[in-house]
RNA sequence: GGGCCUGUAGCUCAGUCAGGUAGAGCGUCGGACUUUUAAUCCGAUGGUCGCGGGUUCGAACCCCGUCAGGCCCGCCA
């Protein structure tokens, strides 16, 4: 059974409507990593209505969360922000100086700021959650029960995180961190409380009140989230395996929410995402790829195919090389598979079944739209990469495509994925081993390797290319005439061309290639070649 | 110190929850197509399931131990 329909099932147990949260911390820029949550959320939301339940999925934006500290892409002048809530404070603009002038005219926060671009991506790739800014939730008061309970008695918590997690408080710990004087919420001291309120002193001598029913202030992220549960009626909620250890944040939430009277969410640890040879992703250290920059390379559905292909417990090594392209082919390949049909043979053992399962099931929530027919565009990423470096305009493309036979007439999905093709074969993220290069200088190793019938040709090459009308029929014309004349097959021919022209074995078409080449720069080639080895 | 995850073919991983003679894709090699848009098709190749013990008629799977890698126990998806 798939992963997604596993918790599905778990949920069915559990009753007939759920919310699925998602929750990220709107810090710096958005990657990929955190597109596994999300998406994560999404597919358990998708495999659960296909059960037969109500689900709904939620996005918390976790926006009053402090900042931590200056990030490199922000101006030192974000000093004075620290410990500010992230929806409390100015974007940073292109120069990473604060945004003072749209935060008063707006309202546009550190956390609208980077959130956009994010839900952008979400939108491309088929998800659109309800969102909750937590820190809405403050102001509105949603926190006012939990805060109440937890200030009415902070023995209670205390004991509770200190068993659950091993760690010792400090004695002035409070479970409410009240906003200062200057709007931060660290280096107070808590002198007392009051139902709604807080007395504190904090780091500059000042002192105030916080009412924990007007969100002048916040709760501890250990009582935080699983408030968020309480008052948002969260059923289910996957989680980065940080949260998932023993003694980590989801250990001391259950009971937590306990003592705040509900039920804890159906939970899923999911693995990180690194980005390949350079470790894990982080905002902070700027190790990242954005999920637009993604979607520009890849289209949504093989993104999410990455997702739901991989069981949540896995780490991805996100690959932008060739790992896009066997991803992209495995795509090909689902959709081009027809499950009905493998499932109804009845000799497939349990093992062979339940792959064939998942597949579909990976396949299924891969679409960008529920419910959505998978179509096999029969042109391979691979084949589409050669063809994009080959040929510069895109209708070129559509008549070669349509002259094999291959498809009959461009689709939109198909000029989709030539877009963000383009992009790929002209960003640093294309692999070497992919790109298409003629030669400019002879390759003495490949020429050292062909044998006496593979060299005798290459004269002949050189000569009839001389003569040759310079298009892809013309050139091949002058590959015929070129092995005839030789008295070589062409395997022999085309072995010599490949080891002339690119230095390898085998290759794409050439002749095709040639054509949108400088004839002069072939020919020099060619004749330098049969020169070095006469 | 406590805990979690991972370790299966050259590579990426299924298979472990319900024990029943090791799977897929990619790669590699060979062949076909009077040479191909790295295509396609056919065939072959390939694993002491990290290691050691135990339970069992039978273990990749359950139990105990052990090694290696990653991670968590202040914040991070």
Not at 198 to 209: F, R
Request: net charge negative.
């Amino acid at each position: 059974m798939h992963w997604s329909d596993v918790i599905a099932q778990r949920l069915a147990e559990r009753g007939n409507d759920h919310i699925i949260a998602t929750g990220i911390t709107p810090s710096g820029e958005f990657h990929i990593g955190h597109l596994r949550e999300i998406l994560t959320g999404d597919m358990i939301a998708r495999a659960a209505r296909r059960a037969g339940l109500n689900a709904e999925l939620v996005f918390v934006v976790d926006n009053a969360d402090p900042l931590r500290k200056v990030y490199p892409f922000l101006d030192s002048s974000y000093e004075e922000f620290i410990g500010h809530q992230l929806g409390a404070i100015p974007a940073p603009n292109e120069d990473g100086e604060p945004d003072w002038n749209r935060y008063e005219r707006e309202g546009w926060s550190y956390g609208d700021h980077f959130l956009e671009p994010f839900l952008m991506a979400l939108k491309q790739i088929g998800v659109e959650p309800r969102l909750i800014p937590n820190l809405t939730s403050y102001r509105e008061g949603k926190f006012a029960d939990a805060a109440k309970k937890a200030c009415d008695d902070p023995d209670a918590i205390r004991e509770i995180i200190e068993r659950v997690s091993g760690r010792e408080l400090p004695a002035d710990w409070f479970p409410w961190q009240p906003i200062d004087s200057k709007g931060s919420l660290d280096g107070l001291t808590i002198t007392g409380y009051e139902y709604p309120l807080v007395m504190w002193t904090d780091q500059y001598g000042a002192k105030g009140q916080s009412d924990i029913t007007k969100g002048e202030g916040k709760l501890p992220w250990r009582l935080d989230w699983p408030a968020k549960w309480g008052f948002n009626n969260i059923t289910c909620e996957p989680f980065g395996k940080d949260h998932g250890a023993a003694g980590g944040s989801f250990a001391t939430g259950v009971e937590i929410a306990a003592f705040f009277g509900h039920e804890p969410p159906q939970s899923l640890v999911y693995e990180w995402i690194s980005l390949r040879g350079k470790g894990a992703m982080s905002s902070s250290t700027g190790n990242t790829v954005g999920p637009i920059e993604a979607l520009r390379l890849v289209p949504p559905e093989i993104l999410r195919l990455l997702i739901a292909n991989s069981k949540p417990n896995k780490a991805i090594e996100f690959d932008t090389g060739m790992g896009l392209v066997n991803l992209a082919d495995e795509y090909e390949r689902l959709s081009s598979r027809d499950f009905a049909e493998e499932l109804s043979n009845d000799t497939l053992s349990r093992r062979q079944r339940v792959q064939i399962e998942d597949a579909q099931a990976a396949l299924r929530l891969s679409m960008v739209s529920a419910g959505e027919q998978a179509e096999a565009t029969s042109v391979s990423f691979r084949h589409l990469a050669l063809l994009a470096q080959i040929k510069p305009d895109d209708d070129g493309i559509w008549s070669s495509l349509i002259e094999s036979g291959a498809i009959s007439e461009p689709t939109s999905a198909l000029s989709d994925r030539l877009m963000r093709m383009r992009a790929w074969t002209g960003s640093k993220h294309f692999p070497e081993e992919m790109r298409i290069e003629i030669l400019s200088e002879p390759d003495e190793t490949s020429l050292s390797q062909l044998d006496e019938e593979q060299r005798k040709v290459i004269h002949h090459i050189a000569t009839e290319l001389d003569a040759a009308e310079w298009t892809a029929e013309g050139i091949t014309l002058a590959f015929k005439n070129a092995a005839t004349h030789a008295e070589a097959p062409m395997r022999s021919m085309y072995r010599a061309c490949y080891a002339m022209f690119m230095g390898s074995e085998r290759g794409p078409r050439l002749a095709p290639i040639l054509a949108n080449c400088v004839r002069e720069e072939v020919c020099g080639l060619a004749k330098s070649c049969a020169a070095q080895l006469s």
